[in-house]
Nanobody
Framework: QVQLVESGGGLVQAGGSLRLSCAAS????????MGWYRQAPGKQRELVAK???????NLADSVKGRFTISSDNAKNTVYLQMNSLKPEDTAVYYC??????????????WGQGTQVTVSS
């Protein structure tokens, strides 16, 4: 069993900041990647940011320069620092992790989602 627990969503005015956290727990052998996706009403879920084992990061073009992703490997936790938030950042943000429960056996896991609302 693997669980992803998210925290940090909320309501903020445009230009403000929020920090999301996602902690993975359970039967974890290794973590290959952790990141954040978001889904706005009527839109498809999209990748926001991802950190891959070894430290490489991917960020969507729409958030580059405003969002930063980081991880604490000792805590199996990933963070998304969101600055200069815009109303178009409003969405449910989902944590995602590619986790091996033992060598050679991995799967994708999702958090329950946390709402981020940016008012204009």
């Amino acid at each position: 069993q693997v669980q992803l627990v998210e925290s940090g969503g909320g309501l903020v005015q445009a230009g403000g900041s929020l920090r999301l956290s996602c902690a993975a727990s359970g039967n974890i052998f290794s973590i290959n990647a952790m990141g954040w996706y978001r889904q706005a009403p009527g839109k498809q879920r999209e990748l926001v940011a991802k950190v891959i084992r070894g430290g490489n990061t991917n960020l969507a073009d729409s958030v580059k320069g405003r969002f930063t992703i980081s991880s604490d490997n000792a805590k199996n936790t990933v963070y998304l620092q969101m600055n200069s938030l815009k109303p178009e950042d409003t969405a449910v943000y989902y944590c995602n992790a590619a986790i091996n429960v033992r060598a050679g056996f991995g799967d994708d896991y999702w958090g329950q989602g946390t709402q981020v609302t940016v008012s204009s």
